[in-house]
Structures are given as structure tokens and as C-alpha cells.
């Protein structure tokens, strides 16, 4: 898996897994001060101590610090939330479960608390499984409850927006490095965007750079942008199987130049062979581990 923690851990997590303060911090968001004020006040936490006296900290009191500020999220003081924790199973914050709050949190339009949510998801899983565990399938709960009116378009606009910015901010530098090149874009008339966001987030996962071009990108504007880039692959990504095939003959062209992807609800093998492209898999992190690229990192 990719993990930005490698280069970190060297000097901050000691033999047999325990963190020292600062490696800690970095992961939960808290600093160290406010982290040993929790352990005074609250018991929150109880570290080991080295003959030199450095706290090492275990995967337990990581999982009780994650678990406060998931409640304080919710509204309760630092005091009420410290004892949440502390009573909670000893277990890890699941999938399910983060996925749950996040659902709810957005049902109820409740801005602050998804965020929280997010915090928590992403600080609690690996970018690769926070996606793929967590947002992938709350995005297509939402995509099903729209088409079923179980959800109205004001609802999903505000969990996409909510969705969407975090997505966005994940992507800052992703097209950087020496890796291979990804050039991303949905079609002209497909607005719908974060399924193929988030696939770049785990194409990055995997080493590759991305350029991405986002919602209703002229293939015949994309064609040209390509020469430029000699990327290793673009990919397509729509709901709608009407937005290929509008755009057929310049989608074909540009798959005579180079390697194409399709990819999203509106995709099929035999759309992707009429097209001369690929189709990727449905699951976008078995997609993304099937172009390869690199290693996790």
C-alpha cells in the first residue's frame, strides 16, 4: 500500500511498533502538548516510558485519541469525549462504521460533522482503502438514492461539494514526480466527476502523475492537449453510455493515438470496443492495481 508515512517513521517509531509523541501527533492532528494535557487530565492515553523517558505510544491509545475527536465532532466537551473513549472497545475504528457517520453526517446536511467524518476517515485508514471502503461506495449509495428520488438533487449537491472539496485537496501536487503520466477528463456533457477524481487519487497511490482536465472536456480540445503530454494512458470517465457515443468518432481517433480507458456507469465492453479503448473494472482500486505503475509508497 501507499503510505507518505515511510520516510517519517525512521526516526519516529521506535522497535516493536510504539510511536513517540511526534509521529503521533502528525497522525491524529493534535500537538503534543494538547496530547500530554490529555493524558494528565483525562487518562486518555498511557504511554510507555524509555530509560531516557520518551513516551511511546500504542495502537490503543492512537485508536482512544481518534475516537474523542470523533466525538467531540459531534458536540461533547473534551471531558465528556475523553470518557467515550476510554470506554469504547479496544478495537479499530472500522470501514463500516466510518462510512456510517460520514452517511449520516451528510443526510442531516451537517457541513462541520462531515468533515470530521473525513478527518477521522482519512487519518484512521490509508488513502487507498479510505477510498475504496468509504467514499467509492457512499458515492454510488447516493448515485442510487438520487435515481430512486430517495435523495434530493439540494442533498446531493451538498455531499458532492463536501466530497468533492476533500477530494480536490487530496489532489494538490499530484502531477508531479518522475512517474508515468495519466491524462483524466469526462466527456463533453458528463458533470459528474468525483468517481474519476478519485480514481486518480489511486493512480497516484501507485506512482503515476495525473493531469486532469475534469467535467465535460472536449475530446476534439483533449486530442490536441495530448500531443503535448504523451501520456501513458487517458482515460474517460462517464455515467451516462450517451456521452461516449456522442462523442464516438473523436474518442475513436484519439484512441488510434494513444492508450484509452473507459471507465463509470455509462461504460461497457462493448462500448470500449467500439471505441478501440479499454474498459476498466468497475472497482476503481482494482482498476488502479491493474495499470500498475509503481510501487506504494
Given at each position: 500500500?501507499?503510505s507518505?508515512?515511510t520516510?517519517?517513521?525512521?526516526?519516529?517509531?521506535?522497535?516493536?511498533?510504539?510511536?513517540?509523541?511526534?509521529?503521533?501527533?502528525r497522525?491524529?492532528?493534535?500537538?503534543?502538548?494538547?496530547?500530554?494535557?490529555?493524558?494528565?487530565?483525562?487518562?486518555?492515553v498511557?504511554?510507555?516510558?524509555?530509560a531516557g523517558?520518551?513516551?511511546?505510544?500504542?495502537?490503543?491509545?492512537?485508536?482512544?485519541?481518534?475516537?474523542m475527536l470523533r466525538q467531540?465532532?459531534t458536540?461533547l466537551?473534551?471531558?465528556?469525549?475523553?470518557?467515550?473513549?476510554?470506554?469504547?472497545?479496544a478495537e479499530?475504528?472500522?470501514?463500516?462504521?466510518?462510512?456510517?457517520?460520514?452517511?449520516?453526517a451528510?443526510?442531516?446536511?451537517?457541513?462541520?460533522?462531515?468533515?470530521?467524518?473525513?478527518?477521522?476517515?482519512?487519518?484512521?485508514?490509508?488513502?487507498?482503502?479510505?477510498?475504496?471502503?468509504?467514499?467509492l461506495?457512499?458515492?454510488?449509495?447516493?448515485g442510487?438514492?438520487?435515481?430512486?428520488?430517495?435523495?434530493?438533487?439540494?442533498?446531493?449537491h451538498?455531499?458532492?461539494?463536501?466530497?468533492?472539496?476533500?477530494?480536490?485537496?487530496?489532489?494538490?501536487?499530484w502531477?508531479?514526480g518522475?512517474?508515468?503520466?495519466?491524462?483524466l477528463?469526462?466527456?463533453?456533457?458528463?458533470?459528474?466527476?468525483?468517481?474519476l477524481?478519485?480514481?486518480?487519487?489511486?493512480?497516484?497511490?501507485?506512482?503515476?502523475?495525473i493531469d486532469?482536465?475534469?467535467?465535460?472536456?472536449?475530446?476534439?480540445?483533449?486530442s490536441?492537449?495530448?500531443?503535448?503530454?504523451?501520456?501513458?494512458?487517458?482515460?474517460?470517465?462517464?455515467?451516462?453510455v450517451?456521452?461516449?457515443?456522442?462523442?464516438?468518432?473523436?474518442?475513436?481517433?484519439?484512441?488510434?493515438?494513444?492508450?484509452?480507458?473507459?471507465?463509470?456507469?455509462?461504460?461497457?465492453?462493448?462500448v470500449?470496443?467500439?471505441?478501440?479503448?479499454?474498459?476498466?473494472?468497475?472497482?476503481?482500486?482494482?482498476?488502479?492495481?491493474?495499470?500498475g505503475?509503481?510501487?506504494?509508497?
Amino acid at each position: 500500500m501507499f503510505s507518505f508515512r515511510t520516510a517519517s517513521r525512521v526516526s519516529t517509531v521506535s522497535e516493536g511498533g510504539r510511536l513517540r509523541i511526534g509521529e503521533l501527533s502528525r497522525r491524529v492532528g493534535v500537538s503534543p502538548e494538547l496530547l500530554r494535557a490529555w493524558e494528565t487530565r483525562y487518562g486518555l492515553v498511557n504511554p510507555e516510558r524509555t530509560a531516557g523517558g520518551l513516551r511511546l505510544y500504542s495502537e490503543l491509545d492512537e485508536r482512544r485519541v481518534l475516537e474523542m475527536l470523533r466525538q467531540m465532532a459531534t458536540g461533547l466537551s473534551a471531558a465528556e469525549a475523553a470518557r467515550v473513549a476510554l470506554d469504547a472497545p479496544a478495537e479499530a475504528i472500522s470501514a463500516e462504521r466510518l462510512l456510517q457517520d460520514l452517511d449520516a453526517a451528510l443526510t442531516a446536511l451537517d457541513e462541520p460533522g462531515a468533515q470530521a467524518a473525513l478527518d477521522l476517515t482519512f487519518r484512521s485508514l490509508d488513502t487507498e482503502s479510505a477510498l475504496g471502503q468509504v467514499v467509492l461506495p457512499l458515492l454510488r449509495a447516493l448515485g442510487e438514492r438520487w435515481a430512486t428520488t430517495q435523495t434530493g438533487v439540494g442533498q446531493e449537491h451538498f455531499a458532492s461539494n463536501v466530497i468533492g472539496g476533500r477530494l480536490r485537496a487530496l489532489a494538490r501536487g499530484w502531477g508531479s514526480g518522475n512517474g508515468p503520466r495519466a491524462v483524466l477528463a469526462c466527456p463533453s456533457g458528463e458533470q459528474h466527476e468525483l468517481g474519476l477524481i478519485s480514481f486518480g487519487l489511486l493512480l497516484r497511490q501507485r506512482g503515476w502523475r495525473i493531469d486532469y482536465f475534469g467535467a465535460e472536456t472536449p475530446t476534439v480540445d483533449l486530442s490536441a492537449l495530448v500531443s503535448d503530454l504523451s501520456p501513458e494512458i487517458v482515460v474517460l470517465g462517464a455515467t451516462r453510455v450517451e456521452r461516449f457515443l456522442d462523442g464516438a468518432d473523436e474518442i475513436s481517433a484519439l484512441s488510434a493515438r494513444v492508450r484509452l480507458a473507459i471507465g463509470g456507469a455509462g461504460a461497457s465492453e462493448a462500448v470500449a470496443r467500439s471505441l478501440g479503448a479499454e474498459l476498466l473494472a468497475n472497482d476503481l482500486v482494482a482498476a488502479a492495481r491493474a495499470l500498475g505503475g509503481g510501487e506504494s509508497s
